[in-house]
């Protein structure tokens, strides 16, 4: 599986994974185990446990959440996407959320590619 077959199978799950409410599930098949998010308004979360954790609030208040990739570069073992999310909070009278993002994807020894550092933030792309 190439690069952007592997991005977009990952994306997939984690949307599945959101989907179903499952933040364990969702980090396991998404995130590096020493991964760092950088969501706005919170501090940085190591690791899959703390990231999972932020995942259970931001679940709390949004009820869906849908990727799109803008931009995708793969160098060596590590690249990195640029994209969009999509994101309907739980309140169904609140409006749609639009959210950009940056991550850096890892290729790990057996090759599987996850991603080491999420960074995103409010607005469109």
């Known amino acids: 599986m190439n690069f952007e077959q592997a991005v977009r199978a990952r994306s997939d799950a984690f949307e599945r994974n959101y989907a179903a409410r499952d933040a364990a599930a969702l980090v396991r098949d998404y995130y590096t185990p020493d991964a760092r998010l950088i969501a706005p308004d919170a501090p940085m979360a190591r690791g899959r446990q703390e990231i999972a954790a932020a995942f259970e609030t931001i679940m709390g208040a949004i009820g869906s959440c849908r990727l799109e990739t803008v931009e995708l570069v793969e160098e060596g073992p590590i690249g990195y996407e640029i994209g969009r999310a ?6 169904a009278a609140a ?19 996850r991603v080491a550092v999420d960074k995103f933030s409010f607005g469109p792309l």
């Open 95 to 113: 409006p749609p959320m639009d959210y950009r993002y940056v991550v850096v994807w890892s290729r790990d020894a057996s090759g599987e590619w």
């Open 86 to 91: 999509y994101l309907q909070p739980i309140d």
